[in-house]
Nanobody
Framework: VQLQASGGGVVQAGGSLRLSCAVSGRTFQAYDLGWFRQAPGKEREFVAAMPWRGDRPRYADSVMGRFAVSRNKDKDTVWLQMNNLKPEDTAVYYC?????????????????WGQGTQVTVSS
């Protein structure tokens, strides 16, 4: 499966952005989709995830109440709506897919990664 993330940009604190991740390839296969981010000098971290089987979305505590993840009916596009952005949200954002049964919050379970999109929040 191939993943293509887009929608990043520069925004002022308090603003909003919507990231998209287009999924192509073996879309008939069940997979969980996750969003991760990596800031300069920091490790890549979990942001949000949408499980394949309709379980509730999962969010990192740092974005709870501000970010929302959703998936279209055909399950070939996933979005990350980011509201009330803060300077600490500045990072490269990646979408990723996995097919195993590991928790959707666990980065090691994801085997397919998109190229990343830069989000910069100015104060």
């Amino acid at each position: 499966v191939q993943l293509q993330a887009s929608g990043g940009g520069v925004v002022q604190a308090g603003g909003s952005l919507r990231l998209s991740c287009a999924v192509s390839g073996r879309t008939f296969q069940a997979y969980d989709l996750g969003w991760f981010r990596q800031a300069p000098g920091k490790e890549r971290e979990f942001v949000a995830a949408m499980p394949w089987r309709g379980d509730r979305p999962r969010y990192a505590d740092s974005v709870m109440g501000r970010f929302a993840v959703s998936r279209n009916k055909d399950k070939d596009t996933v979005w990350l709506q980011m509201n009330n952005l803060k300077p600490e949200d500045t990072a490269v954002y990646y979408c990723a897919a996995k097919t195993d049964s590991s928790p959707v919050t666990r980065i090691s379970g994801y085997t397919e990664w998109g190229q990343g999109t830069q989000v910069t929040v100015s104060s």
